[in-house]
């Protein structure tokens, strides 16, 4: 069975200083790995993806994840944070199969102070 | 990106009462769309997956006859939440996957609904 882990439910950081994000997982075989983001009382939107290649993968607004396969790990991360980042974030997992669902974490919440 | 709509975005309705969230992709097609709960502060609860032309799936646990799923089309789905109690107050997403990405399994999701049942 496959699973996601966020360890964290809540990070805080100073605006302009690195963040990250920690997102552990299980799955058979080799994994999709996501991360969404949710603003209060709105939906997820998407913020980058794993499938294959690159360990390092780029997103929106500067966010950025890294596959280790030996850790199953896929942190985010952004070398400043903004303000505005404040948010939940979730990460999810989906095994290759076309029948394989996602799975989302329990989500942290991601607090940057001025 | 792909945008999913979903209305309405907030809803407030009696207890005993049916209540009708629409969800739309708006510029692909969505063969395959996916209803969720959230309840406050928690993770994404999936409910069903809904499959155009045929019959949702639900997960474990969901009362297929109290949320009712319809996807017709294939821009379109429909959950109603019938005879609604207070305890059926959440926050409900809907996502779709298009279907040209149907390998990357990578999801949009509505702006989501806030259901109130008084």
């Known amino acids: 069975a496959q699973s996601v882990a966020q360890p964290e439910d809540q990070v805080n950081v100073a605006e302009g200083n690195p963040l990250t994000v920690k997102c552990t997982y299980s799955?058979?075989?080799?994994?999709?790995l996501f991360w969404y983001v949710q603003y209060p009382n709105r939906g997820l939107q998407f913020l980058l993806k794993?499938?294959?290649?690159?360990?390092l993968v780029k997103g929106s607004y500067g966010f950025e994840a890294e596959f280790n396969k030996s850790q199953t790990s896929f942190h985010l991360k952004k070398p400043s944070a903004l303000v505005s980042d404040s948010a939940l974030y979730f990460c999810?997992?989906?095994?290759?199969?076309?029948?394989?669902?996602?799975?989302f974490g329990s989500g942290t919440r991601l607090s940057i102070r001025p | 990106g792909a945008v999913v709509s979903q209305h309405p975005s907030w809803v407030i309705c009696k207890s005993g009462t049916s209540v009708k969230i629409e969800c739309r992709s708006l510029?692909?097609?969505?063969?395959?769309m996916f209803w969720y709960r959230q309840f406050p502060k928690q993770s994404l609860m999936l409910m069903a997956t809904?499959?155009?032309?045929?019959?949702?799936?639900?997960e474990q646990g969901v009362e297929k006859d109290k949320f009712l799923i319809n996807h017709a089309s294939l821009t379109l789905s429909t959950l109603t939440v019938t005879s609604a109690h207070p305890e059926d107050s959440s926050f409900y997403i809907c996502?779709?996957?298009?279907?040209?990405?149907?390998?990357?399994?990578?999801?949009?999701f509505g702006e989501g609904s806030r259901l109130t049942v008084l």
């Open positions: 996502s779709a996957k298009s279907s040209g990405q149907a390998g990357t399994g990578e999801l949009f």
């Open positions: 799955v058979s075989g080799n994994p999709y």
């Open positions: 794993y499938i294959t290649g690159d360990n």
């Open positions: 999810a997992v989906k095994g290759y199969s076309s029948a394989s669902k996602i799975i």
């Open positions: 510029d692909f097609q969505a063969t395959t």
């Open positions: 809904s499959n155009e032309g045929s019959k949702a799936t639900y």
